[in-house]
């Protein structure tokens, strides 16, 4: 069993940063496959941005590149998304996700995602 549980999130104005940090419990943290994902009011789940077991290797979605970046101490049980140049359109519950590390690409979806956090709400004014 995994618990995640996101911090970090609140209200900026266009343009700002924040961090979002998920705190993993459990044992093994290295062995599993960390994501960033978003809902906005009234739309899906939206994969933001993965990364491996180790960090070896990251993987965004097209519209984050550039702008957020992912990554993760495996000696603090910790993974995070730095989000810079934020825009309103950014603004919506973020919520980290975990799976174990198959060795596999890091494409997957919602559905390949076994544990969630609960989310932490991101508001960008303009």
């Known amino acids: 069993q995994v618990q995640l549980v996101e911090s970090g999130g609140g209200l900026v104005q266009a343009g700002g940063s924040l961090r979002l940090s998920c705190a993993a419990s459990?044992?093994?943290?290295?062995?599993?496959?960390m994501g960033w994902f978003r809902q906005a009011p009234g739309k899906e789940h939206n994969f933001v941005a993965a990364?491996?077991?180790?960090?070896?290797?990251?993987y965004y979605a097209e519209s984050m590149k550039g702008r957020f970046a992912i990554s993760r101490d495996n000696a603090k049980n910790t993974v995070y998304l730095q989000m810079n140049s934020l825009k309103p359109e950014d603004t919506a519950v973020y919520y980290c996700?975990?799976?174990?590390?198959?060795?596999?690409?890091?494409?997957?979806?919602?559905?390949?995602?076994?544990?969630w956090g609960q989310g932490t709400q991101v508001t960008v004014s303009s």
């Open positions: 996700a975990a799976h174990v590390d198959y060795g596999l690409g890091l494409k997957g979806g919602r559905s390949t995602y076994r544990y």
């Open positions: 459990g044992r093994s943290f290295s062995s599993y496959v």
């Open positions: 990364i491996r077991g180790n960090g070896g290797s990251t």
